[in-house]
C-alpha cells in the first residue's frame, strides 16, 4: 500500500507546479506585509517609503527577522530541488538506490551540519561564569524607588519593544531598580545623501504610531518613572554622522525637515510630561557645519518645551565641537569609550581603562560646569565588548564570536565603580532592554541586552543604592 501512494505521488506531482507556488508564496508575503501595514497607518497618509521603512521597522527590527525571511524560502527552494533529485532517482534506480542515497546524501549530511551548528553554538556560549545573583538587590516592593530626588543620578535604561500590551515588562524594568526611560522613536532618511529626511504627514496631533509612544509612557508615568524622549534618525545606508550635502541650500533644506521632526517631538515631550528631551543624537556632520541653525532650534524647543533638554554627542570627533552646550542642561555624551586592547579582560584592566577618559571628561566638565550625562553605554555579551563597545553583532554572530555574560558583566562593574561616584556625573541611560528578551534566548545571543545575564544584577545592584554626600563631593 506505502509503495503504490508513494508510486502514485512520484507519478503525478508536477514539480513546475511547486516551483510555481513556492515563488508566489514568497512574493505574495511581501505584498501581503505590505497591506497590511497599509492597513495598520492608513491614517497617516503615507508615502511608499514611509511604509517601506515602517515595515523594515517593525518587522524585521534589525534585520534578523528579514534574514531569516530569506532563508526560510531559500531553504523551501533547496527542499524543493532535493525532491526534484530524488524522484528522478527513484524512477531511475528503483526503490533500494532511492532510500540509500537519500540517507547517504540528504539525511546525513543534515545531520551532520545540524550537530555541528549545536557544537559550534555551545562552544561559544559555553563559559565558565562563577557569578552568584544577589536576589538581595531586586527591588519587590512593585514601586520606583526615586533615588534620583535624593543624589540627582538618572538611573536609566534605553528600552524597545512596545508593541502591545508592557505593563510586565515594565514591572521587570522597576524590579531591577530603573528609573529613567529613554523612550526612542525613529526618524528616517535613505541614506547619507538624502536631502529631505521624512516628516510626519500628521501636521497637527499624531499618528497611530506616536499614539503608543504616548500611550505608553503615560503607563510609565503613572508608575513612577521619569522619561527621556530621545528621537534617533536612522537610515538604510549609512551613518547619521556622515550627513553629506553638496551646498549650503541643500544644508539648509535638509535641517528644516529635521527641525520639523524635532519641533514635533518637542511637543510629544511637553504633551506627555517627559523630564527630559534630547533635541539630536550623533549628527556630527551638521553640528559643525551649522551650529547656528541648532542655536536656533533649541531656541525654538524651549518655546515648545519647559522640561531638561540635552543632545547626544559620540564620544569620538564630537562633543568637543558641540557650541551650544551652554544652552542646554546636560553635556550627553554616547559614551562607548574603548577600554581595553584584548579579549576577556579582568576587572582591574577595564577598570584602568576608564583612566584617560575620566581625566578628559573632567576637563571638559570645568570648561563649562555642566553635569555630564552618558545618554547612552551599554557592552554586549561578548569576550571583545570592551575593545570596541560600538560595534553591533547579529544573530548570526554566536556561530564565530565568543560569547562572554562575564565580560559584559565586569565592563558595567568598572563603570559603576570608577564613573558612578563622580561629582560632575548625572547618571546614564544603558544600551539596551528588549521587552520581548527570553531566559533561553539569553543564552545564547551576544547582544547588548543586559536582561536575564549577570549584567542585569550588577544594574539592579548599583542602580538600587543612593550615592552619598560625602562619595559626590571627592
Known amino acids: ?53 515602517i ?40 526503490a533500494t538506490t532511492f532510500f540509500k542515497r537519500l540517507g547517504l546524501r540528504f539525511l546525513l549530511p543534515i545531520g551532520l551540519v545540524f550537530l555541528g551548528f549545536k557544537v559550534l553554538i555551545y562552544n561559544n556560549s559555553n563559559e565558565d561564569n562563577n557569578y552568584i545573583w544577589d536576589v538581595s538587590a531586586i527591588n519587590r516592593t512593585g514601586k520606583v524607588k526615586r533615588h534620583f530626588e535624593y543624589d540627582g543620578k538618572q538611573r536609566g535604561m534605553s528600552v524597545f519593544g512596545w508593541r502591545g500590551d508592557k505593563s510586565e515588562a515594565m514591572d521587570d524594568l522597576i524590579k531591577t531598580n530603573i528609573e529613567w526611560i529613554a523612550v526612542v522613536p525613529f526618524l528616517y532618511q535613505e541614506n547619507e545623501r538624502t536631502k529631505v529626511m521624512d516628516t510626519p504627514r500628521v501636521k497637527e496631533g499624531y499618528d497611530r504610531r506616536d ?29 547619521r554622522s556622515d550627513v553629506s550635502m553638496d551646498s549650503e541650500e541643500e544644508w539648509e533644506t535638509w535641517f528644516q525637515s529635521y527641525r520639523t521632526n524635532m519641533l514635533h517631538y518637542a511637543r510629544m515631550a511637553e504633551f506627555t510630561g517627559a523630564e527630559l528631551f534630547c533635541v539630536g543624537t550623533e549628527l556630527r556632520s551638521s553640528i559643525k557645519k551649522q551650529p547656528e541653525a541648532w542655536c536656533g532650534l533649541i531656541a525654538e524647543i524651549k518655546q515648545i518645551y519647559s522640561g531638561k533638554l540635552t543632545y547626544a554627542a559620540n564620544w569620538y570627533d564630537e562633543y568637543e565641537h558641540v557650541v551650544f552646550w551652554d544652552e542646554l542642561d546636560f553635556i550627553g ?62 544573530a548570526l554572530s554566536i556561530l564565530h564570536r565568543k560569547k562572554s555574560d562575564r565580560t559584559q558583566q565586569l565592563a558595567y562593574e568598572a563603570l559603576f565603580q570608577e564613573v558612578w561616584h563622580k561629582e560632575w556625573f548625572a547618571g546614564m541611560h544603558i544600551w539596551e532592554w528588549n521587552t520581548e528578551s527570553t531566559p533561553e534566548g539569553a543564552k545564547t545571543n551576544l547582544n547588548f541586552s543586559p536582561r536575564f545575564k549577570p549584567a542585569e544584577n550588577v544594574i539592579s545592584k548599583w542602580y538600587g543604592k543612593k550615592v552619598k554626600n560625602e562619595a559626590i563631593q571627592n
Open 55 to 94: 515595515i523594515f521597522e517593525q518587522i524585521f527590527p534589525n534585520g534578523t527577522y528579514l534574514m531569516i525571511h530569506h532563508a526560510f524560502f531559500g531553504l523551501l527552494i533547496l527542499i524543493f530541488l532535493c525532491i526534484r533529485y530524488f524522484i528522478q532517482v527513484y524512477k531511475k534506480y528503483g
Open 333 to 394: 555624551i554616547q559614551a562607548y569609550f574603548p577600554l581595553t586592547d584584548t579579549q576577556n579582560p579582568d576587572l582591574e584592566t577595564i577598570k584602568k581603562g576608564w583612566g584617560p577618559h575620566l581625566q578628559s571628561l573632567e576637563l571638559f566638565f570645568k570648561q563649562y560646569e555642566k553635569p555630564i550625562l552618558f545618554t547612552e553605554v551599554g557592552y554586549k555579551s561578548d569576550a571583545l565588548a570592551t575593545v570596541k563597545p560600538w560595534e553591533w553583532g547579529n
Open 211 to 239: 499614539s503608543m509612544f504616548i500611550a505608553n509612557i503615560q503607563k510609565m508615568k503613572e508608575k513612577g518613572l521619569y522619561i527621556h524622549l530621545k528621537p534617533h534618525l536612522w537610515m538604510s545606508d549609512g551613518w
Open 1 to 53: 500500500m506505502l509503495q503504490k501512494s508513494f508510486n502514485y505521488v512520484v507519478s503525478n506531482v508536477k514539480l513546475r507546479n511547486i516551483f510555481g507556488t513556492l515563488l508566489s508564496i514568497y512574493l505574495g508575503s511581501w505584498v501581503f506585509a505590505y497591506f497590511i501595514l497599509v492597513l495598520r497607518i492608513h491614517d497617516g497618509d503615507r508615502s511608499f517609503t514611509e511604509i517601506s521603512n
